[in-house]
């Protein structure tokens, strides 16, 4: 036996077959309760750059003047053709068309 008494009786309490038990609603309990209180902490966040940058700073005023042209309910899309030969007219109508499409 150690000065701190004997080692294997905190592991006996822990796994006594009633007890385990005990233990398991434990973490259970501490789990929700934690899992609830996080959700509210996305709330408390601000994760806007202009929020922590001044005001006149020169990102700040070209985050602002962003915000004119791009809606935040829309996102970019890229798309890559690819040809072996050269371009012709019938790819350049296709490609338009699909522009179109996408745009809709």
Same mark, same amino acid.
């Given at each position: 036996?150690?000065?701190? @008494?004997?080692?294997?009786?905190?592991?006996?309490?822990? %796994?006594?077959?009633?007890?385990?038990?005990?233990?398991?609603?434990?973490?259970?309990?501490? &789990?929700? !309760?934690? @899992?609830?209180?996080?959700?509210?902490?996305?709330?408390?966040? $601000?994760?806007?750059?202009?929020?922590?940058?001044?005001?006149n700073? $020169?990102? %700040?005023?070209?985050?602002?003047?962003?915000?004119? &042209? &791009?809606?935040?309910? $829309?996102?970019?899309?890229?798309?890559?053709? $690819?040809?072996?030969?050269?371009?012709?007219?019938?790819? %350049?109508?296709?490609?338009? !068309?699909?522009g %179109? !499409? &996408? @745009?809709?």
């Amino acid at each position: 036996m150690s000065e701190m @008494g004997d080692p294997g009786k905190l592991a006996r309490l822990v %796994t006594h077959p009633r007890n385990k038990w005990i233990i398991i609603a434990i973490w259970v309990v501490l &789990f929700l !309760a934690c @899992g609830s209180a996080a959700g509210s902490l996305s709330k408390a966040q $601000e994760n806007d750059v202009s929020a922590w940058l001044p005001s006149n700073a $020169e990102s %700040t005023r070209a985050i602002d003047a962003q915000e004119k &042209f &791009f809606s935040p309910d $829309e996102i970019p899309l890229v798309v890559v053709y $690819e040809r072996d030969g050269a371009v012709t007219d019938a790819d %350049t109508a296709a490609v338009k !068309a699909q522009g %179109t !499409a &996408f @745009g809709n």
